[in-house]
């Protein structure tokens, strides 16, 4: 019954006071301006530092232990242990679906592409995907791309229907991809 109590009180607690502030109350440390879409945080939470003006999309999972050191076993029959703290730097995107491994350091100006598994760390000014990711671009590279094949919310601007808004930005991206 307390476990059921816990759990409708940590969904409750997530959808009053905000992603943001649930993370932070798991022990999350973040930075301003995020913008966070999972509310499971692991079993140590507080070995999670996240900056300024990252996004979190949904499924990403931040794991800081290696469960696997049960199978191995000291002189009296213990198990080890591994616990590693995770470090997100500021203006990052981590992608749907992707998982963080302990003692990763992610820089600052990091796209993590949707499904990757970032298993070492990743430096600044990067883009990454893939199992296990991999530096495919420099952020900078990434930005000119983006700044010719999509929309920024200025050409859209005074479209107040998100329908409209969407089909608008689709035909505006053909339209500079047919250049």
């Known amino acids: 019954m307390k476990i059921l109590f816990n759990k409708i009180f940590d969904i409750y607690s997530f959808y009053l006071h905000g992603s943001v502030n649930y993370a932070r109350k798991k022990g999350v440390r973040i930075g301003e301006n995020c913008r966070i879409y999972i509310k499971s945080w692991g079993s140590e939470p507080f070995l999670i530092s996240i900056g300024d ?3 979190v999309t949904s499924g990403v999972k931040f794991i800081t232990h290696d469960g696997s050191t049960c199978l191995i076993k ?5 198990r080890y242990q591994r616990f590693a703290a995770i470090e997100v730097g500021s203006h990052v995107f981590i992608g749907v679906n992707s998982i963080i491994m302990p003692g990763v350091k992610i820089g600052s100006h990091v796209v993590i592409g949707a499904g990757s598994v970032v298993t070492k760390d990743i430096p600044d000014n990067s883009v990454a995907i893939g199992v296990p990711a991999k530096v495919v671009s420099s952020f900078v590279d990434y930005q000119k791309k983006i700044k010719a094949t999509c929309v920024s919310d200025t050409e859209l601007q005074g479209i107040q229907d998100y329908n409209a808004r969407v089909y608008r930005a689709i035909e505006l991206q053909h339209q500079k991809s047919s250049r």
């Open 53 to 55: 003006h990252v996004t």
């Open 74 to 78: 000291d002189t009296v029959g213990k």
